[in-house]
Protein backbone atom coordinates (compact mmCIF):
# COMPACT_ATOMS: atom_id res chain seq x y z
CA UNK A 1 0.00 0.00 0.00
CA UNK A 2 1.84 3.27 -0.96
CA UNK A 3 2.15 6.27 1.11
CA UNK A 4 1.68 9.67 -0.94
CA UNK A 5 4.00 11.77 1.65
CA UNK A 6 3.00 14.99 0.26
CA UNK A 7 -0.15 14.01 1.73
CA UNK A 8 0.88 13.62 5.16
CA UNK A 9 1.78 15.87 7.75
CA UNK A 10 4.54 15.24 11.09
CA UNK A 11 4.30 16.96 13.86
CA UNK A 12 7.96 16.88 15.24
CA UNK A 13 8.24 17.56 19.02
CA UNK A 14 11.94 18.00 20.03
CA UNK A 15 13.47 20.66 22.65
CA UNK A 16 16.93 20.14 20.68
CA UNK A 17 16.86 22.91 17.52
CA UNK A 18 19.40 20.88 15.79
CA UNK A 19 17.92 18.00 15.98
CA UNK A 20 14.98 19.08 15.31
CA UNK A 21 15.71 20.52 12.12
CA UNK A 22 17.82 17.91 10.83
CA UNK A 23 14.61 15.45 11.35
CA UNK A 24 12.41 18.04 9.66
CA UNK A 25 14.92 18.58 6.82
CA UNK A 26 15.33 14.99 5.91
CA UNK A 27 12.10 14.22 6.09
CA UNK A 28 11.07 16.91 3.95
CA UNK A 29 13.54 15.67 1.54
CA UNK A 30 11.67 12.66 1.58
CA UNK A 31 8.22 14.35 0.63
CA UNK A 32 6.58 14.94 3.85
CA UNK A 33 5.40 18.18 5.33
CA UNK A 34 6.12 19.15 8.88
CA UNK A 35 5.17 21.12 11.65
CA UNK A 36 7.89 21.57 14.95
CA UNK A 37 7.09 22.46 18.42
CA UNK A 38 9.66 22.92 20.88
CA UNK A 39 7.98 22.10 24.01
CA UNK A 40 5.13 19.70 24.74
CA UNK A 41 2.44 22.48 25.49
CA UNK A 42 3.12 24.03 21.70
CA UNK A 43 2.93 20.45 20.87
CA UNK A 44 -0.31 19.72 21.99
CA UNK A 45 -1.63 23.37 20.76
CA UNK A 46 -0.85 22.37 17.08
CA UNK A 47 -1.79 18.85 17.19
CA UNK A 48 -5.32 19.87 17.85
CA UNK A 49 -5.31 22.67 15.75
CA UNK A 50 -3.32 21.18 12.76
CA UNK A 51 -4.46 17.70 12.72
CA UNK A 52 -1.25 15.66 11.71
CA UNK A 53 -1.20 12.34 10.57
CA UNK A 54 1.99 11.42 12.71
CA UNK A 55 3.43 13.04 15.84
CA UNK A 56 7.38 11.96 16.84
CA UNK A 57 7.80 12.68 20.31
CA UNK A 58 10.70 13.29 22.29
CA UNK A 59 10.39 12.26 26.04
CA UNK A 60 12.68 14.89 27.87
CA UNK A 61 11.04 18.14 26.58
CA UNK A 62 10.68 20.97 28.67
CA UNK A 63 7.19 21.82 30.53
CA UNK A 64 4.53 19.16 29.19
CA UNK A 65 6.75 16.16 29.46
CA UNK A 66 6.44 13.63 26.62
CA UNK A 67 4.73 11.51 29.00
CA UNK A 68 2.14 13.91 29.93
CA UNK A 69 1.95 14.57 26.41
CA UNK A 70 0.71 10.99 25.30
CA UNK A 71 -1.83 11.37 28.08
CA UNK A 72 -3.66 14.72 27.05
CA UNK A 73 -3.69 13.01 23.42
CA UNK A 74 -4.41 9.13 24.75
CA UNK A 75 -8.33 8.88 23.23
CA UNK A 76 -6.47 10.30 20.13
CA UNK A 77 -3.59 7.86 19.69
CA UNK A 78 -5.13 5.04 18.44
CA UNK A 79 -5.26 6.52 15.20
CA UNK A 80 -2.83 9.03 15.08
CA UNK A 81 0.94 7.00 15.21
CA UNK A 82 3.06 8.37 17.92
CA UNK A 83 6.86 7.35 17.02
CA UNK A 84 9.32 8.24 20.59
CA UNK A 85 12.63 9.63 19.25
CA UNK A 86 14.45 9.23 22.67
CA UNK A 87 17.95 9.49 24.36
CA UNK A 88 16.57 7.93 27.33
CA UNK A 89 15.52 4.32 25.79
CA UNK A 90 15.18 2.18 29.07
CA UNK A 91 13.21 -0.63 28.99
CA UNK A 92 10.37 0.88 31.80
CA UNK A 93 10.31 4.11 29.60
CA UNK A 94 9.65 2.01 26.34
CA UNK A 95 7.00 -0.17 28.54
CA UNK A 96 5.07 3.00 30.04
CA UNK A 97 5.44 4.80 26.88
CA UNK A 98 3.70 1.64 24.54
CA UNK A 99 1.23 1.23 27.25
CA UNK A 100 0.53 4.93 26.64
CA UNK A 101 -0.14 4.59 23.28
CA UNK A 102 3.08 4.70 21.43
CA UNK A 103 3.26 3.04 18.16
CA UNK A 104 7.32 2.90 18.50
CA UNK A 105 10.69 3.43 20.20
CA UNK A 106 13.70 4.87 18.23
CA UNK A 107 16.54 5.44 20.39
CA UNK A 108 18.30 8.70 20.23
CA UNK A 109 21.30 9.20 18.64
CA UNK A 110 19.40 8.18 15.40
CA UNK A 111 22.92 7.38 13.19
CA UNK A 112 20.88 6.88 9.80
CA UNK A 113 17.87 8.63 9.76
CA UNK A 114 16.37 6.61 7.09
CA UNK A 115 15.44 4.65 10.15
CA UNK A 116 12.82 7.22 10.79
CA UNK A 117 11.85 7.15 7.84
CA UNK A 118 11.23 3.75 7.59
CA UNK A 119 9.77 3.65 10.91
CA UNK A 120 7.65 6.40 9.45
CA UNK A 121 6.41 5.12 6.31
CA UNK A 122 5.09 1.52 8.49
CA UNK A 123 2.92 3.13 10.87
CA UNK A 124 1.19 5.18 8.56
CA UNK A 125 0.39 1.89 6.46
CA UNK A 126 -0.36 0.55 9.46
CA UNK A 127 -2.62 3.35 10.35
CA UNK A 128 -4.44 3.54 6.83
CA UNK A 129 -5.20 0.14 7.11
CA UNK A 130 -7.15 1.05 10.59
CA UNK A 131 -9.08 3.72 9.33
CA UNK A 132 -9.99 1.72 6.12
CA UNK A 133 -11.13 -1.54 8.14
CA UNK A 134 -12.77 1.20 11.22
CA UNK A 135 -14.74 2.98 7.54
CA UNK A 136 -15.28 -0.62 6.17
CA UNK A 137 -16.47 -2.35 9.82
CA UNK A 138 -18.32 1.05 10.29
CA UNK A 139 -19.89 0.24 6.63
CA UNK A 140 -20.65 -3.25 7.54
CA UNK A 141 -22.51 -2.72 10.91
CA UNK A 142 -24.78 -0.24 8.99
CA UNK A 143 -26.04 -2.65 5.99
CA UNK A 144 -26.47 -4.69 8.64
CA UNK A 145 -28.53 -2.88 10.50
CA UNK A 146 -30.35 -1.91 7.30
CA UNK A 147 -30.83 -5.77 6.33
CA UNK A 148 -32.03 -6.53 9.83
CA UNK A 149 -34.61 -3.88 9.81
CA UNK A 150 -35.80 -4.59 6.29
CA UNK A 151 -35.87 -8.42 7.51
CA UNK A 152 -38.10 -7.78 10.84
CA UNK A 153 -40.33 -5.38 8.61
CA UNK A 154 -40.48 -8.65 5.96
CA UNK A 155 -41.20 -10.99 9.15
CA UNK A 156 -43.73 -8.19 10.52
CA UNK A 157 -45.17 -7.96 7.38
CA UNK A 158 -45.67 -11.99 7.06
CA UNK A 159 -46.56 -12.24 10.51
CA UNK A 160 -50.08 -9.98 9.60
CA UNK A 161 -50.20 -12.13 6.36
CA UNK A 162 -50.58 -15.33 8.69
CA UNK A 163 -52.73 -14.07 11.40
CA UNK A 164 -55.07 -12.59 8.23
CA UNK A 165 -54.85 -15.83 7.34
CA UNK A 166 -55.66 -17.50 10.42
CA UNK A 167 -58.59 -15.16 11.12
CA UNK A 168 -60.24 -16.46 7.14
CA UNK A 169 -59.50 -20.25 8.39
CA UNK A 170 -61.68 -19.54 11.79
CA UNK A 171 -64.33 -18.02 9.88
CA UNK A 172 -64.29 -20.88 7.63
CA UNK A 173 -64.61 -23.37 10.63
CA UNK A 174 -67.37 -21.52 12.16
CA UNK A 175 -69.45 -21.37 9.18
CA UNK A 176 -69.38 -25.44 8.51
CA UNK A 177 -70.19 -25.85 12.53
CA UNK A 178 -72.78 -22.75 13.32
CA UNK A 179 -73.53 -24.41 16.95
CA UNK A 180 -69.92 -24.09 17.96
CA UNK A 181 -69.68 -20.37 16.66
CA UNK A 182 -67.14 -18.07 18.65
CA UNK A 183 -65.96 -21.06 20.49
CA UNK A 184 -62.17 -21.18 18.88
CA UNK A 185 -61.99 -17.24 19.99
CA UNK A 186 -63.40 -18.10 23.13
CA UNK A 187 -60.71 -20.68 23.81
CA UNK A 188 -58.09 -18.49 22.11
CA UNK A 189 -59.09 -15.69 25.12
CA UNK A 190 -58.44 -18.33 28.01
CA UNK A 191 -55.61 -19.52 26.73
CA UNK A 192 -53.78 -16.57 26.62
CA UNK A 193 -55.33 -15.88 29.72
CA UNK A 194 -53.64 -18.57 30.91
CA UNK A 195 -50.23 -18.09 29.09
CA UNK A 196 -49.77 -14.76 30.88
CA UNK A 197 -50.49 -15.98 34.32
CA UNK A 198 -47.68 -18.48 33.63
CA UNK A 199 -45.85 -15.95 32.08
CA UNK A 200 -45.31 -17.15 28.22
CA UNK A 201 -42.55 -15.83 26.63
CA UNK A 202 -43.79 -13.62 23.87
CA UNK A 203 -42.70 -15.98 21.03
CA UNK A 204 -44.80 -18.74 21.97
CA UNK A 205 -47.62 -16.33 23.28
CA UNK A 206 -47.99 -15.51 19.70
CA UNK A 207 -48.44 -19.18 18.58
CA UNK A 208 -50.46 -19.99 21.11
CA UNK A 209 -53.14 -17.42 20.48
CA UNK A 210 -52.94 -18.30 16.55
CA UNK A 211 -53.00 -21.95 17.13
CA UNK A 212 -55.77 -21.67 19.85
CA UNK A 213 -58.16 -19.76 16.98
CA UNK A 214 -58.06 -22.62 14.42
CA UNK A 215 -57.47 -25.36 16.94
CA UNK A 216 -60.15 -27.21 15.20
CA UNK A 217 -59.45 -26.34 11.55
CA UNK A 218 -59.29 -30.33 10.90
CA UNK A 219 -63.50 -29.80 11.15
CA UNK A 220 -63.90 -28.91 7.47
CA UNK A 221 -63.19 -32.60 6.72
CA UNK A 222 -66.01 -33.81 9.17
CA UNK A 223 -69.82 -34.08 7.18
CA UNK A 224 -71.61 -31.20 8.58
CA UNK A 225 -74.90 -33.56 9.70
CA UNK A 226 -72.16 -35.13 12.32
CA UNK A 227 -71.22 -31.56 13.23
CA UNK A 228 -74.62 -30.66 14.28
CA UNK A 229 -76.37 -34.06 15.41
CA UNK A 230 -78.62 -32.94 18.20
CA UNK A 231 -78.29 -36.36 19.75
CA UNK A 232 -75.79 -38.60 21.37
CA UNK A 233 -72.90 -39.32 18.83
CA UNK A 234 -72.46 -43.59 17.63
CA UNK A 235 -69.01 -45.09 18.42
CA UNK A 236 -68.44 -44.77 14.93
CA UNK A 237 -69.63 -40.47 14.45
CA UNK A 238 -67.20 -40.00 17.40
CA UNK A 239 -64.49 -41.61 15.66
CA UNK A 240 -64.92 -39.52 13.09
CA UNK A 241 -64.91 -36.43 15.17
CA UNK A 242 -61.46 -37.34 16.24
CA UNK A 243 -60.29 -37.37 12.97
CA UNK A 244 -60.28 -33.61 13.02
CA UNK A 245 -56.92 -33.75 14.92
CA UNK A 246 -54.89 -35.33 12.15
CA UNK A 247 -56.71 -33.61 9.61
CA UNK A 248 -56.59 -29.87 11.28
CA UNK A 249 -52.23 -30.89 11.31
CA UNK A 250 -52.36 -31.84 7.86
CA UNK A 251 -54.16 -29.15 6.14
CA UNK A 252 -51.14 -26.49 8.34
CA UNK A 253 -48.56 -29.31 7.01
CA UNK A 254 -49.45 -29.08 3.13
CA UNK A 255 -47.63 -26.28 0.72
CA UNK A 256 -44.08 -24.74 1.53
CA UNK A 257 -45.72 -21.90 3.87
CA UNK A 258 -43.52 -22.25 6.45
CA UNK A 259 -44.89 -20.47 10.19
CA UNK A 260 -42.78 -18.94 12.52
CA UNK A 261 -44.43 -21.03 15.18
CA UNK A 262 -45.54 -24.52 15.49
CA UNK A 263 -48.64 -24.39 15.00
CA UNK A 264 -49.41 -27.84 13.32
CA UNK A 265 -47.38 -29.79 16.67
CA UNK A 266 -50.01 -27.59 18.96
CA UNK A 267 -53.34 -28.05 17.08
CA UNK A 268 -52.09 -31.85 16.27
CA UNK A 269 -51.83 -32.32 20.47
CA UNK A 270 -54.81 -30.58 21.67
CA UNK A 271 -56.52 -33.75 22.32
CA UNK A 272 -53.38 -35.21 24.05
CA UNK A 273 -52.90 -35.66 27.52
CA UNK A 274 -50.79 -36.29 29.93
CA UNK A 275 -51.02 -39.75 31.17
CA UNK A 276 -51.28 -40.76 27.69
CA UNK A 277 -54.91 -41.44 27.32
CA UNK A 278 -55.47 -38.52 24.61
CA UNK A 279 -55.63 -38.98 20.92
CA UNK A 280 -54.32 -39.23 18.32
CA UNK A 281 -50.45 -40.01 19.01
CA UNK A 282 -51.25 -41.20 22.59
CA UNK A 283 -48.15 -38.35 23.64
CA UNK A 284 -47.42 -38.26 27.32
CA UNK A 285 -46.31 -35.17 29.45
CA UNK A 286 -42.79 -34.77 28.02
CA UNK A 287 -43.55 -35.02 24.47
CA UNK A 288 -46.56 -32.25 24.85
CA UNK A 289 -45.37 -28.38 24.05
CA UNK A 290 -46.90 -26.19 26.93
CA UNK A 291 -48.39 -24.45 24.03
CA UNK A 292 -50.34 -27.73 23.65
CA UNK A 293 -50.53 -28.48 27.49
CA UNK A 294 -52.08 -24.74 27.63
CA UNK A 295 -54.68 -25.31 24.88
CA UNK A 296 -56.01 -28.46 26.26
CA UNK A 297 -57.26 -26.99 29.31
CA UNK A 298 -58.39 -24.37 27.74
CA UNK A 299 -60.45 -26.10 25.23
CA UNK A 300 -61.94 -28.69 28.15
CA UNK A 301 -63.04 -25.66 30.37
CA UNK A 302 -64.33 -23.82 27.00
CA UNK A 303 -66.63 -26.49 25.96
CA UNK A 304 -67.60 -27.62 28.77
CA UNK A 305 -69.36 -24.59 30.04
CA UNK A 306 -70.97 -23.87 26.85
CA UNK A 307 -74.15 -25.00 25.00
CA UNK A 308 -73.38 -28.22 22.55
CA UNK A 309 -75.88 -29.75 20.00
CA UNK A 310 -76.24 -33.02 22.24
CA UNK A 311 -76.55 -31.22 25.56
CA UNK A 312 -77.00 -28.03 27.54
CA UNK A 313 -74.15 -25.82 29.03
CA UNK A 314 -72.94 -27.90 32.40
CA UNK A 315 -71.22 -24.68 33.82
CA UNK A 316 -68.11 -23.08 34.69
CA UNK A 317 -68.24 -24.81 37.99
CA UNK A 318 -68.63 -27.87 36.36
CA UNK A 319 -65.64 -27.48 33.54
CA UNK A 320 -62.99 -26.32 36.46
CA UNK A 321 -63.84 -28.96 38.97
CA UNK A 322 -63.50 -31.01 35.94
CA UNK A 323 -60.07 -29.84 35.52
CA UNK A 324 -59.27 -29.82 39.32
CA UNK A 325 -60.38 -33.08 39.62
CA UNK A 326 -57.67 -34.76 36.53
CA UNK A 327 -55.23 -32.16 37.30
CA UNK A 328 -51.57 -34.16 36.98
CA UNK A 329 -53.42 -37.32 35.26
CA UNK A 330 -55.23 -35.72 32.37
CA UNK A 331 -53.92 -32.07 32.80
CA UNK A 332 -50.59 -30.14 33.54
CA UNK A 333 -50.69 -29.21 36.97
CA UNK A 334 -48.89 -25.79 36.50
CA UNK A 335 -51.72 -25.13 33.67
CA UNK A 336 -54.50 -25.84 35.82
CA UNK A 337 -53.20 -23.86 38.80
CA UNK A 338 -52.78 -20.74 35.97
CA UNK A 339 -56.65 -21.49 34.97
CA UNK A 340 -57.75 -21.81 38.41
CA UNK A 341 -56.51 -18.70 39.73
CA UNK A 342 -58.05 -16.34 36.79
CA UNK A 343 -61.03 -17.51 37.39
CA UNK A 344 -60.42 -17.41 41.08
CA UNK A 345 -59.37 -13.49 41.00
CA UNK A 346 -61.92 -12.81 38.14
CA UNK A 347 -59.01 -11.87 35.99
CA UNK A 348 -60.94 -13.78 33.18
CA UNK A 349 -63.85 -14.49 32.24
CA UNK A 350 -65.67 -15.61 29.13
CA UNK A 351 -68.03 -12.70 29.34
CA UNK A 352 -65.48 -10.48 28.93
CA UNK A 353 -63.51 -11.88 26.35
Known sequence: MEINPAQVTLLIIEDDPVMRQSMAVFLENCGFQTLQAGDGQEGINLFFEKNPDLIILDLQIPGVS???FLRAIK???PVTPTIIVSGTGSRDDVIVTLKLGAWDYLTKPLADLTVLESAVTQALQKARLITENTRYRSHLEEEISRRTAELQRQEQELKMTLISVVDVVASMVEKRDPYTAGHERRVSSLALAIARELDLEEKCYEGL???ATIHDLGKVAIPSEILSKPGKLTDIEYQLIQTHVQAGHDILAHGTASFPWPLKTIVHQHHERMDGSGYPLGLKRADLLLESRILAVADVVEA????????????IEAALEEIT???GSLYDDDVVAACLTIFATRTFSFDQS
Do not use: C, Q, T
Request: glycine letters at 12%; aromatic letters at 4%; proline letters at 8%.
Open 304 to 315: MASHRPYRPALG
Open 325 to 327: KNR
Open 75 to 77: NDL
Open 209 to 211: GLA
Open 66 to 68: GLE
